[in-house]
């Protein structure tokens, strides 16, 4: 608890014994009326200042109102009738359990958020003549070689220049297996160092780190508002004065027609209790509270599970989501071209190999890339003279006084090279020596291991269709598509005809309540991240451009997480619609109940205090997720 949360526990509790124990004393009159006032006063007396508050700026229409005018008008009851103001202080009593309640279940689901969320590094360390000095994270520039001792938390993303440790990454990733980096590899800010000392070449500023961009998605992630929300807030600001009037006229018009009409005493007293009764009943607390609660339960839960959501409406959106469309390359497969075989080979292979990485060796294209990785060793660019790239074809490079063509078959094609078609599915890179066909070497990505059982959990999650947009040839597209199950695929696609086909699948939807997500990685998907009704980014190795245009962001890259990110969003949404039904209707119930008189005063405050607190319970269930 905090400072704050002590202090009323404190006020509630000097208030509930003060109130007992003014029953044993025999006061009467207006020494009774000022030993009672004092509990009323310590544990009422924020309420009123912030009700005076309101009247006085023009906003009188809110809970603080409505309890100031119920306990008033109580005690004026029992200041003219029997001189009890138990009822008075105790509506005000439970009404202040019920808000520490709220305050202390919001403040403990924040605490756990930021738990879960605790990677703001504090500092960095960077080497300055021998010593580790601990610098702020925001100070160290892009390029700077930090240090990481086992136990720290990595500041700043990065490479790894000198070192080999395991990371663990649960509290980006939601994965408690830990991560081994060594040499070369990529690191993430945000992860714990559990081993070796890690020597870092930062990669980018604090401000642009992972960690960074995650702590303000969550910080921000309350700033989008769901259309359950907008309603809260509409249906407050009709509902509170609505409720007022009837109350109003529920305490004048009943006791002026038993007068003027019906001939009978006007018993202003009931009728004045009844609508102050009708007063406290009608707080609408436990909406206002739970349903915001409700969705920040819900976006910390599925942050502890790796997946990070901009806001409220996005979680909403994401429970009606009944399409997936997914980016082929880096999100259903690794997005690592590697060589997976070669083929009619006229020389031994590892030398065949050797020349067309030779050839290549002046590309940056994956393909080119993959070719250098499987060869392994240092390429002498000495030996290599006189490349010719071909747009769309391949290169021409003089390697070792040889003329070595590596490329397509529409290259072949045009050197005259007969060529040998390859039975496999992959990218084929034809290699022609001297204007002989030498052999050709295939090169495929390698689908994840978690895609296929991705997609059979999204179908059982009941979404209609699942889809993949790819820029590859169509039979590569075929045969991931065929192995991960996928209903739909279209290959051959530029970035522009990715956006159009979305399009055209959002105007194919069976109905405009059904959402349609997109997953994507790339800086290309940034467009159709975009444009689709949900977009779903891969966070550890997507894009920055992707990760901005999407709504929501997967940090480790799985796409099994989208089906649990589903699950979440539609738990919560359940939540959310049993706390609007199960408020507004016991309400309604006691409310009418009031109306003819079967409700007293001890009632309202069930009503108010203990459907409030029920409902922050409920609302509460949203962040457990891990069994989903």
């Known amino acids: ?30 020494v009774r009326f000022g030993l009672y006032m004092v509990p009323y006063l310590i544990i009422g007396y924020d309420i009123l200042r912030k009700a005076a508050l309101g009247i006085y700026n023009r906003q009188v229409f809110d809970e603080n109102f409505l309890m100031a005018v119920a306990t008033v008008g109580a005690i004026a009851l029992g200041l003219t009738g029997d001189g009890d103001y138990t009822e008075a202080i105790a509506v005000m009593l439970f009404y202040q359990i019920g808000e520490w309640f709220q305050s202390y279940a919001v403040g403990k689901s924040r ?73 070369g590899d990529e690191i993430i800010s945000g992860c714990i160092n559990l081993s070796g000392l890690l020597h870092i070449r930062t990669t980018r500023e604090f401000g642009e780190s992972t960690v960074s961009k995650i702590l303000d998605l ?30 109003l006229a529920l305490a004048v018009l009943p006791p002026l027609v038993r007068q003027l009409i019906l001939g009978v005493p006007a018993d202003w007293g009931t009728w004045v209790y009844r609508a102050l009764t009708f007063l406290v009943i009608s707080c609408p607390c436990a909406l206002v509270i739970s349903i915001p609660l409700s969705f920040f339960a819900g976006i910390g839960g599925a ?21 997936v469309v997914f980016d082929k390359t880096g999100t259903l497969t690794q997005g690592v071209f590697e060589v997976a075989g070669i083929h009619h080979s006229t020389m031994d292979q590892a030398k065949l190999l050797e020349l067309a990485a030779l050839a290549e060796s002046a590309s940056s294209h994956p393909i080119s890339k993959s070719l250098q990785r499987a060869h392994g060793a240092e390429l002498d660019r000495n030996r290599v003279g006189n490349i010719t790239e071909q747009s769309g074809e391949g290169v021409i490079a003089e390697v070792d006084g040889r003329t070595v063509a590596a490329g397509n078959a529409k290259l072949m094609r045009r050197l005259g090279v007969e060529y040998v078609d390859c039975r496999s599915v992959g990218t084929v890179v034809h290699v022609a020596i001297d204007g002989r066909y030498a052999g050709h070497i295939l090169i495929s990505d390698k689908v994840k291991p978690g895609s296929a059982e991705a997609i059979r959990a999204l179908h059982r999650a009941g979404v209609k269709k699942t889809i993949m947009l790819t820029g590859d040839a169509e039979p590569v597209a075929k045969e991931v598509a065929g192995s991960l199950g996928i209903d ?25 309540k059904e959402a349609l997500a997109f997953v994507g990685d790339g800086i290309n ?42 699950a979440i969003s539609r738990k919560c949404l359940r939540i959310v619609h049993q706390n609007i039904v199960f408020a507004i209707g016991i309400k309604i119930a006691c409310l009418l109940l009031t109306a003819v008189g079967v409700a007293n ?28």
Request: glycine letters at 6%; charged letters at 25%.
């Open 1 to 30: 608890m905090n400072k704050k949360q002590k202090k009323m526990l404190a006020r509630i509790i000097i208030a509930a014994v003060l109130m007992v124990a003014l029953h044993f004393v025999p006061a009467t009159g207006l």
């Open 525 to 566: 998907d940034a467009p159709v991240l975009s444009r689709a009704d949900i977009g779903i980014a891969m966070g550890a190795m997507g894009s920055d451009a992707a990760i901005e245009a999407a709504d929501i962001v997967l940090m480790d890259d799985d796409p099994r997480k989208i089906a649990k990110a589903i």
């Open 601 to 628: 005063m001890w009632l309202g405050i069930f009503a108010d205090v203990g459907v409030m607190v029920l409902a922050v319970l409920n609302a509460i269930r949203a962040m457990f997720v891990k069994k989903l």
């Open 303 to 323: 942050s502890k599970e790796g997946v990070l959501v901009k806001g409220s409406n996005y979680l909403e959106t994401l429970s009606k989501t009944r399409y």
């Open 218 to 247: 969550v910080e921000n992630a309350s700033s989008r508002k769901s259309r359950a929300e907008a309603f809260i807030s509409r249906f407050a600001r009709v509902y509170t004065p609505a409720v007022c009037y009837s109350a």
């Open 111 to 183: 605490r756990n958020i930021s738990d879960l969320m605790d990677i703001r590094p504090d500092y960095a360390n960077i080497e300055v003549d021998g010593r580790l000095e601990q610098v702020d994270p925001d100070e160290v520039e892009v390029g700077t070689l930090i240090v990481v001792q086992p136990g720290e938390k990595v500041p700043i993303d990065g490479i790894v220049e000198r070192g080999f440790s395991t990371l663990d990454t649960a509290a980006l990733t939601g994965e408690s297996v830990p991560r081994e980096v060594g040499e």
């Open 488 to 512: 739909e695929f279209h290959a051959g696609l530029l970035p522009g005809d990715k956006v159009a086909k979305v399009e055209e699948l959002l105007a194919a939807k069976d109905s405009p």
